[in-house]
């Protein structure tokens, strides 16, 4: 039913209640809104006076006192991180380290008690903490107490590059730049590594290559820190293979910037792409992830997931080029070569025939010696290539060797068997190369070119070295770069020494052989104007003479005798004919042009 006014009033007065106490309550959290508003803007207020005032002191610390301030790939971020160095020493290392370091770092290759730096009136002086602790003063390697002067260049660990500034001594070395930022840090790196990182003069391929090594060397740099932290006993390495080593000497194709990857339990070695590296790279960085979040599987990760692992394959031990010039005298080339790698290291020797043939195989004697190479030009010819044996260095290598080649124009390598346990294979290959009717281009490729041999040795997954088993990827590496202290510096070095010294011989020996046969004419003349003076006087017929000497001196090879001879019995017969027809031939005036002797000549 209705409701009654008396129960009406008191809903009123309930109602009324109700908001009275909600607006109470609203105006109770908007003063506290208010007071925390206020309290936060204080606080905020009393941060940015003491970030400025912070600053104002950073600023003025680093006018005066000596510290280190960060360099990073992005500009943005560069400059913003700086440790100031105290009297005294000053300690460098991770956070965990006993006593607490002055200067804390993380990431790769931060050792706990990385490194010391000692500052005694104007002077620095940095040293490593503990072994092993990796350091580069502008790109050198710490290995004991240094002097830091003003502008030098710091990289501690993998990642953390710093430039080292002293306003109390601000003399910088001798073409120190103004402004070191990122890029010259890491070419000062490459140079050191024996990268050459002038750009003056560069074509566009060589530009590129020097791009891609910058790019790549904090990345190996990155991937070997990984590797020796999670043990697995493999080094990484950035190198610049010569389109010569890849393709043959003369190869149009520029260098290309591969990273080497090294078993150091076995010694195989796998040559990735620029790609591959960095797929393999992204995969490594997750592993690590998962071993920083605690994941014990990490260390049982199977092989084929690994990306540490790759399966055997076959190396290139290294390449020698033989070149053909002495094919466009139709001379035959027989000699050891040099085996070189991708940086100029001999790694052993290859015995090589090349020699003129008949379309059998037959090698073909000196008197088919042309001494103008133009004469091969449209003529058939016929070459075999031999590869007799090879003479190698390395032990490693006995699991089996063999050689690929091309030559011009061929689409695939030809190849030989491989021959196992030895490092002395005999190959006994030969093959006979055909060109039906020579021309421009075989001739120039005759004249310039060469055949690149590369040799390859057969690598097996083979099991590890048990004494290399005890030590860590970090001793493992150590000892590497001891055994071998000038791999890095020699960094890139071409196979363009080896390739040239080849050429030259080569032309000497042509030039040897060209000289044997002018010698023979010489003598042969000699012997024509001793024959000559020797006769009577009515004997002696300057025409007669002059066609011999002219004989000689346009023949070639040993058929000198042959064709002086055929050269006298067509002058003789002509003679004949002359004075049977008594002396008179029509439109010839005498003349032998058109005789035998001359097309034969």
Excluded at 106 to 117: D, E, F, R
Excluded at 179 to 208: L, P, R
Excluded at 549 to 559: M, P
Aim: proline share 4%; aromatic share 8%; hydrophobic share 35%.
């Amino acid at each position: 039913g209705a409701r009654s006014k008396a129960e009406i009033e008191r809903m009123r007065k309930e109602m009324e209640e109700e908001i009275r106490a909600q607006l109470l309550a609203n105006q109770e959290q908007m003063k506290d809104m208010d007071e925390s508003f206020e309290e936060k803007l204080k606080r905020n207020r009393e941060e940015q006076e003491a970030m400025g005032a912070a600053q104002a002191n950073t600023q003025d610390r680093k006018s005066k006192d000596p510290h280190l301030v960060n360099l990073n790939e992005d500009p943005m971020l560069s400059g913003v991180i700086f440790h100031f160095i105290e009297p005294g020493e000053m300690t460098i290392g991770r956070k965990d380290a006993t006593p607490p370091p002055n200067i804390q770092l993380t990431g790769l290759s931060i050792s706990k008690q990385h490194a010391v730096i000692t500052f005694e009136g104007s002077e620095a002086t940095v040293k490593p903490g503990e072994q092993g602790a990796k350091t580069k003063i502008n790109g050198v390697p710490l290995t004991g107490p240094t002097t830091l002067q003003h502008l030098d260049r710091v990289l501690f660990g993998s990642n953390h590059m710093y430039v080292f500034h002293n306003p109390m001594n601000p003399k910088a070395p001798e073409n120190t730049p103004s402004k070191i930022d990122w890029d010259f840090a890491q070419k000062e790196i490459a140079k050191h590594k024996g990268f050459d990182t002038a750009s003056a003069g560069m074509s566009k391929e060589q530009i590129i290559a020097q791009e891609q090594i910058l790019e790549l060397l904090p990345m190996v740099s990155e991937v070997n820190a990984i590797s020796e932290e999670l043990n697995k006993h493999r080094t990484f390495e950035v190198i610049l293979i010569s389109g010569a080593a890849m393709e043959g000497y003369g190869s149009k194709k520029g260098a290309k910037v591969v990273v080497k990857m090294k078993n150091l339990l076995n010694g195989n070695t796998w040559l990735w792409e620029r790609g591959k590296f960095m797929n393999r790279r992204y995969m490594i960085q997750e592993l690590y992830q998962r071993h920083l979040d605690g994941d014990e599987d990490v260390a049982k990760i199977p092989q084929e997931e690994d990306p540490f692992w790759e399966p055997p394959e076959d190396v290139l031990i290294g390449t020698a080029n033989v070149f053909l010039q002495s094919l466009s005298y139709a001379l035959d080339f027989d000699d050891k070569l040099a085996v070189t790698d991708y940086k100029g290291v001999e790694e052993g020797n290859l015995y090589v025939n090349i020699t003129p043939c008949s379309d059998k195989g037959k090698p073909l004697d000196e008197d088919f010696f042309v001494e103008d190479p133009q004469e091969l030009l449209g003529k058939p010819f016929h070459f075999k290539v031999t590869i007799k044996s090879a003479e190698v260095n390395k032990a490693k290598y006995s699991k089996g060797l063999h050689i690929k080649y091309k030559s011009y124009q061929d689409e695939d390598f030809t190849s030989t068997s491989v021959i196992k346990n030895t490092l002395s294979p005999e190959f006994k290959h030969s093959r006979i190369i055909t060109y039906p009717a020579v021309n421009e281009d075989q001739l120039g490729y005759f004249e310039h070119g060469c055949i690149t041999f590369m040799l390859y040795g057969v690598q097996e997954d083979s099991s590890n070295d048990s004494r290399l088993m005890k030590m860590t990827t970090r001793e493992l590496r150590q000892m590497e770069q001891l055994q071998n202290p000038g791999l890095q510096r020699r960094g890139t070095v071409s196979t363009g020494d080896a390739s040239e010294e080849s050429k030259l011989r080569n032309e000497l020996e042509v030039l040897r052989k060209k000289y044997e046969r002018l010698e023979k004419k010489e003598k042969r003349i000699q012997d024509l104007c001793a024959e000559w003076k020797s006769k009577p006087v009515d004997e002696q017929q300057f025409e007669s003479f002059w066609r011999h000497i002219n004989a000689v001196a346009n023949s070639s090879g040993n058929k000198l005798k042959t064709r002086v001879e055929i050269l006298n019995t067509a002058l003789q017969s002509h003679k004949m004919a002359q004075q049977a027809g008594g002396g008179a031939q029509n439109g010839s005036n005498g003349s032998i042009n058109n005789s035998k002797a001359c097309v034969i000549q």
